[in-house]
Every structure is written in structure tokens, then in C-alpha cells.
């Protein structure tokens, strides 16, 4: 997904914009550029693909010293291929601009543009602001034409825009699309996200939709709702760990105690930020992610139901956003997003909120726009998570739905005291399995070498290990580029099943504590149409061709979070194996902030 950084300042601009776009690497990208304006010339350098052709065009460019501004981006194709002219800056005659987001009413600005006299270089909806920007100048002072500019477009934006008109200044706009300003020794910074920043700013500003205007070397100090910045690099780095997502994997035991402090206790669970009148009165859910997120709202659904007796909808995002809304009195809205700018999901939030439901976040970057915008949140606490596939968020994710409906089965009083005492004990158990013990790794290594060329896996499980079966699909094609389904066992024999032979790969749930026997019928039924198959379970079974044993657990909660372990790791080796670039795999972006 596209990024932005900008910076103005007597540092060396190039290294520190440079250093941001790499930061936002893991977010994926297809091109990049940068522009720097010193002594009144701009110098604009762009490159297809990784940020190492960028930089070698850059190599010969000496930033003199003194006084400048510059911006950069990192470009994710919508509008136009990922070309060289298609890469941000977009430059007229003398600004550029770098621009995330979507502006939905480009062609017609474009048209009326072109017959004023204004040539197009690229495919991009982007262009048109500068060229509208150049043009209201002919009019307007550079400030005024800046606010013309914006007042012009429709869609979803954060822009930062410098022009040789104004060589001190760079100008900013926010709407529907993450930016933030930061102050630190060096100078001013910008950036779309947190992790360009850390290690350069002191204070920060994360702007507001509607947010607009003209930085010059003063001005952060005007800016309303200055926090201060701690964000830890180390917390940014891989810790020896051969991918971040190996790394993410690991710290899962820690990050998710985190994730419970000051919530769970031997007495059960309760929510400090948010007040208990919130819940009176609730009665239906609707859970509403996209992705791994929505994965865990499928398992949030069974816990919600059996744990607090609260009917659950389960929406795909945007599937919702389109769909026929049925509003409800005495509901609840749950948005679920480990980045908090899933354009879908925001989108859907908005949309809840027309219907005045009460909307909860679960998420795990404060300050985003989802959680900005919710009544309240819960903070998943797992820190950045770099690997575009999503392994710690998922758990928190899950912890946070769990301890939800311990904590509403007791204020509705479906769960008594002993109850929720035990979930709590059962919580804490399942955080400890997610401990990676190095013999399970080095299994999981050997194993994976036998499940590089099928013709396709099928990850099948019960109840919340269906959901869980649907996750470990979605890990294992995202990185691997492996065909991969989750279904419910049950459901294989209704059509699915056809598929089975030898070169097909089921990789099975079996749970000792949910429907044990039921899931080795299933599992038979596979085995005798001669599908090979790998049993994640704490029993050996007959009918498996390799086992994936995992610990004897005490509720069918530490085996589902043991389980997971097996499959983030399965998938994490298998792609290895077949020499994929684990941290950005194809075609996929960490934040997904266009529809
Ligand atoms: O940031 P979000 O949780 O809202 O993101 C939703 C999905 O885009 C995300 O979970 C995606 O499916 C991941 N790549 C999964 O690994």
C-alpha cells in the first residue's frame, strides 16, 4: 500500500527520506520516488520496483548543506501500471506532490485541465493536483490555492505537496487517509504511519480527516493536539530472526500478556476504557473485518454465543458495505482491524454509525482512524507487526474476542463466578502454548519439505477450529502462492471431497475437548480416498499419514492457540523452502487503505 514521508529540516534530506521509505516497506510497494527542493530547484528522482533502484539513481545527487524540504512515497498501482511515470512525485511545471489514497473525480478535473493547456505524463488520478494547484495560482496566493485545490477533489486523500513558489513550505492535506506531522531535533517530519518516525521525532501529530495546511520551520509548535512520541526501534527491528513474521511468531507469548494486563485475573475479566453501562441492553452483534481479522471474528461468533448467549453476525466488510443493512435496535457494531485503516472496514464503521449502532473497536494501533472513530476500543497490544501476513494480531485478536464474552457472559449473568474464574485459568494456559518450544519448530521444518508440490491443501476443523482452518489456508497461500481452502469437515463430503487424491494435502484440526469423534470420521472419510494427511492434534490418529503433535491441553482453547502456532509456522517453513520473500509477499500489502 502506498506510503508518504517528508521532511524540512538542515539534515540530510535524501538519507532521511530514503531511510523512511524503507520503513514502509513491509507495507508493499511497486515503485518509488523521491523530490528535494534546495535553493529554489527541485530534483525529482523516481524507479520501478525495490527502493535499491531508487537509491542507485540517487547515488550521484549531493544534498548541499543548509536548509531544505522534500517528500517522498512508495506506490501501490490503482490508477495506471506501475510504471516510472506512473510513480510518485507527480511533477508540473515547477511543484511536485506524493499522494495516497483515491481521487474519485479526477477524469473530469483532468479534462477541463488538459483543455486549459495542461499536459499529462502519467495514468495517475494523483497528477491532477498539482496541475489544479498550478492553475489556481495563476489566481490565488500559494496558501489559497492549496485550499482551492483541496476543496476540489473528492475521495481519499493525505497529500503533501512542494512548489517552488514556496521554498520553505510544504503543504499537507488529510482525509480518509493516515498522516501524521511529527517535530524532532533534526527538523520537521511527515509520514503515513508511525514507523518512519521512530528514532527521529519527539512529538507528533496524527492530522484529522479535513486537516489541511501550510508547514513551514515554526509552524509544528501552532498545531493542535501535539502528543509525544515513544515508539521503541528496537520493537521495529527482526531480533535475529530470519523474517520479521518468524520474529512476530515468536514474541506471540509475550505480546499476548500483554495483551490481557489489567484484564484478566483469577476474579475473571474486566475492561477499564470502557464503562459497563456500554453493554446494557445489547442484544445482537454484528462483527464486521476483512481477512485474517474476519477469521477472527468467525472464532469471536462461537465464543460470544456459548460464553454470553449473544446472537452474532459475522460480515465481511466489504460485502457489508454493499449489502442490504439491516439496522437493529440493541446492537452492537465490532470492527476488527489489526492496522485500523482497512478502508473496507472503516468504510462499514461509517456506515453503522449512520444507523447510530454503538460501535466497539478491536485494534491494535491507537490513534487510528478506525479507532478515532469508534465509541471505544480495545487495544490488542501486540506492537507493530511488520509481516504482511498477520500472525500476533490474529491471536490478540482472538484473546481480546474471548475475553469479551467471558466479560459480557457475566454481566448478562450467563456465566457464574467459577465459570469465568476458569476462562481466566483456561486464558492464561493458552498464552503459554503459544510459546515456540524448538523441537515443535524443527519438526515443522522436516515435515514441510514433504508439502511443497501437491496439487493443493485443504485445511479442515470443527467449530472454532473451522475459522481456525480458514487462517491457516489464507497464511499458507499468502506466502507460500500454494492453492489452499479451509472448509468445515463436515461440509467435505457435500462436494469438496471430488478433489481428494493422493497429490491433495489435507491439513486436519483435531481437538480432543470439541467433537473428537465426529473429526476422525471426517479425517477417515479423506483418508480412504487416499488424500495425504497431516493431523495437527495431541493424539496420535490412525488414519494420518504425519502427525503434528502438539501439548495436552486443558480446554479446547489451548489447543486451538497451540494448533495455530503449528500452522503460522508450517506455512512460514513451506515458504521458505519454495524461496519467497516471507515479509512482502506478492501482490499483497500490510494495510489496505483503497477499497
Ligand atoms: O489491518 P486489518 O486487520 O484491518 O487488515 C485486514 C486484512 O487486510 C488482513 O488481515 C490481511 O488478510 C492479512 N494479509 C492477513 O495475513
Not at 459497563?276 to 477472527?296: D, E, N
Not at 457489508?320 to 478502508?343: C, H, K, M, P
Not at 518450544?437 to 522436516?446: A, L, V
Not at 463430503?493 to 491439513?507: C, M, R, W
Amino acid at each position: 500500500m502506498c506510503g508518504i514521508v517528508g521532511y524540512m529540516g538542515k539534515s540530510n534530506a535524501k538519507e532521511i527520506l530514503l531511510n523512511g521509505l524503507k520503513e514502509l516497506e513491509y507495507r508493499g510497494y511497486d515503485s518509488a520516488g523521491i523530490a528535494i527542493l534546495q535553493q529554489d530547484t527541485l530534483h525529482t528522482f523516481k524507479a520501478v520496483g525495490k527502493l535499491e533502484n531508487l537509491e542507485s539513481k540517487i547515488k550521484d545527487f549531493e544534498v548541499s548543506s543548509g536548509f531544505c524540504i522534500g517528500i517522498g512515497h512508495t506506490r501501490w498501482a490503482t490508477h495506471g501500471k506501475p510504471t516510472e511515470a506512473n510513480a510518485h512525485p507527480h511533477t508540473a511545471e515547477f511543484s511536485n506532490v506524493v499522494h495516497n489514497g483515491i481521487i474519485e473525480n479526477y477524469q473530469e478535473i483532468k479534462e477541463e485541465l488538459i483543455i486549459l493547456g495542461h499536459h499529462f505524463l502519467s495514468q495517475t488520478d494523483t497528477e491532477v493536483i498539482v496541475h489544479l494547484f498550478e492553475e489556481n495560482l495563476k489566481k490565488l496566493d500559494p496558501q489559497e490555492a492549496f485550499y482551492a485545490t483541496i476543496n476540489r477533489i473528492k475521495g481519499a486523500y493525505a497529500i503533501l505537496l512542494v512548489s517552488k513558489i514556496a521554498p520553505n513550505k510544504i503543504f499537507y492535506a488529510k482525509n480518509g487517509s493516515p498522516l501524521i506531522i511529527a517535530k524532532g531535533s533534526g527538523g520537521i517530519y511527515f509520514a503515513s504511519s508511525d514507523s518512519p518516525l521512530v528514532g527521529l521525532a519527539s512529538q507528533v501529530v496524527y492530522l484529522e480527516d479535513g486537516d489541511m495546511g501550510v508547514m513551514d520551520i515554526e509552524g509544528f509548535d501552532l498545531l493542535k493536539n501535539i502528543q509525544n512520541f515513544s515508539v521503541n526501534k528496537t520493537l521495529a527491528q527482526k531480533d535475529g530472526f530470519r523474517y520479521f513474521m518468524e520474529k512476530e511468531i515468536y514474541e506471540q507469548h509475550s505480546v499476548l500478556l500483554e495483551t490481557i494486563m489489567g484484564r484478566v485475573s483469577e476474579n475473571g475479566v474486566i475492561f477499564d476504557e470502557i464503562d459497563q453501562s456500554f453493554f446494557l441492553g445489547i442484544r445482537s452483534i454484528t462483527l464486521c473485518a476483512c481477512g485474517t481479522s474476519y477469521h477472527a471474528g468467525m472464532v469471536g461468533k462461537y465464543l460470544l454465543e456459548r460464553l454470553a448467549k449473544i446472537r452474532v453476525n459475522v460480515v465481511i466488510a466489504s460485502e457489508f458495505r454493499y449489502g442490504g443493512f439491516v439496522s437493529q435496535e440493541d446492537e452492537l457494531f465490532i470492527s476488527i482491524s489489526q492496522s485500523g485503516e482497512t478502508a473496507d472496514t472503516l468504510e462499514a464503521l461509517k456506515l453503522a454509525k449512520e444507523y447510530n449502532q454503538k460501535s466497539l473497536a478491536i485494534c491494535n494501533v491507537d490513534n487510528s482512524s478506525i479507532v478515532r472513530l469508534s465509541d471505544c476500543a480495545i487495544l490488542t497490544r501486540v506492537g507493530l507487526e511488520k509481516g504482511v501476513a498477520s500472525t500476533k494480531a490474529f491471536a490478540s485478536q482472538v484473546l481480546v474476542l474471548w475475553m469479551l464474552a467471558v466479560y459480557m457472559g457475566r454481566t448478562y449473568g450467563h456465566l457464574d463466578e467459577r465459570e469465568a474464574k476458569l476462562q481466566s485459568s483456561d486464558m492464561l494456559s493458552a498464552i503459554r502454548a503459544t510459546k515456540v518450544e524448538s523441537k515443535f519448530h524443527e519438526r515443522i521444518k522436516r515435515l514441510s519439505k514433504r508439502y511443497l508440490h501437491g496439487h493443493g491443501f485443504f485445511f479442515i476443523g470443527r467449530d472454532v477450529f473451522y475459522p481456525l482452518a480458514l487462517e491457516g489456508a489464507l497464511k499458507l497461500k499468502e506466502i507460500s502462492y500454494l492453492h489452499a481452502e479451509g472448509y468445515p469437515s463436515g461440509e467435505m463430503k457435500h462436494g469438496p471431497i471430488a478433489l481428494a487424491d493422493s497429490n491433495l494435502f489435507t491439513i486436519a484440526l483435531l481437538s480432543e475437548h470439541l467433537l473428537y469423534d465426529k473429526m476422525q470420521s471426517n479425517i477417515a472419510e479423506l483418508s480412504a480416498r487416499d488424500a495425504t494427511i497431516c493431523v495437527i492434534g495431541s493424539k496420535e490418529c490412525e488414519s494420518a499419514d504425519d502427525m503434528i503433535i502438539i501439548p495436552q491441553a486443558k480446554s479446547y482453547m489451548e489447543e486451538f492457540f497451540s494448533m495455530m502456532l503449528g500452522l503460522q509456522l508450517l506455512s512460514l517453513e513451506v515458504a521458505i523452502r519454495l524461496g519467497n520473500d516471507v515479509d512482502m509477499p506478492r501482490n499483497l500489502a500490510k494495510s489496505v487503505t483503497v477499497e
